[in-house]
């Protein structure tokens, strides 16, 4: 079955200071990872995706199939990246699956 | 990217009535999406909905809880039925295709059920 996890409910570091957010999936085949982002009073979007090797605001996220793992890393957190953070699998042409999110909260 | 209107933004209900919440998308998408967000929860799946065929519904969502319209490629409507305060949750519309990986959300419909 597919399940995502992120261990951590609350985040909470400095303006300036180095920030990774955990997420762990199981899955047997090949998924597609994904990192969403909902600020506050916005819609849910989407940060980053691990296909496109991008960097978004900052963060980065690389897809580890050894540790089943796709953690999300900033190495300079500002204050505008307090929000909730998804973690999420999709297999191509099916539903996504969410993980529980993690707030991240970035303190002055 | 695709662009979705959602409706009600928000709405406080009495226990035993419905809600029908309404999902309009700026362009045609083949497969839309119906989560639940109870408080402090994450995203779950209700049922997936795709135009022409019946809705494909999650383990634990049942259609006459949930009754969903797809009458067309660009519209999809969530009702909420016989309504009890467990109902009471964020309620949001996704699309995807299988030519675009990522999904696109609506704000989201916050219900409380008194």
């Known amino acids: 079955a597919q399940r995502v996890t992120q261990p951590e409910k609350l985040l909470s570091v400095f303006k300036g200071a180095p920030v990774e957010l955990k997420c762990n999936y199981s899955y047997s085949g090949s998924p597609e990872l994904f990192w969403y982002v909902q600020y506050s009073r916005q819609r849910l979007q989407l940060l980053l995706r691990h296909i496109s090797r991008e960097s978004i605001k900052g963060f980065t996220a690389d897809l580890n199939k050894g540790e089943t793992s796709f953690h999300l890393k900033k190495p300079f957190a500002q204050e505008e990246d307090s929000a909730m953070y998804y973690c999420a699998l999709r297999s191509y042409g099916q539903n996504f699956v969410f993980g529980p999110g993690t707030r991240l909260s970035v303190l002055p | 990217s695709a662009v979705i209107s959602q409706k009600p933004s928000r709405d406080i209900c009495q226990r035993g009535t419905s809600l029908t919440i309404q999902c309009q998308v700026d362009s045609q998408v083949t497969m839309m999406f119906w989560y639940r967000q109870q408080p402090g929860q994450s995203l779950t799946l209700i049922a997936t909905?795709?135009?022409?065929?019946?809705?494909?519904?999650e383990s634990g969502f049942v259609i006459d809880k949930f009754p969903i319209s797809r009458p067309n490629l660009t519209f999809s409507t969530l009702t909420v039925s016989n309504m009890s305060p467990e109902d009471s949750s964020i309620y949001l519309c996704s699309v995807g295709s299988g030519w675009t990986p990522e999904a696109f959300f609506g704000q989201g419909t916050r219900l409380t059920v008194v």
């Open positions: 909905a795709n135009q022409g065929s019946e809705a494909t519904y």
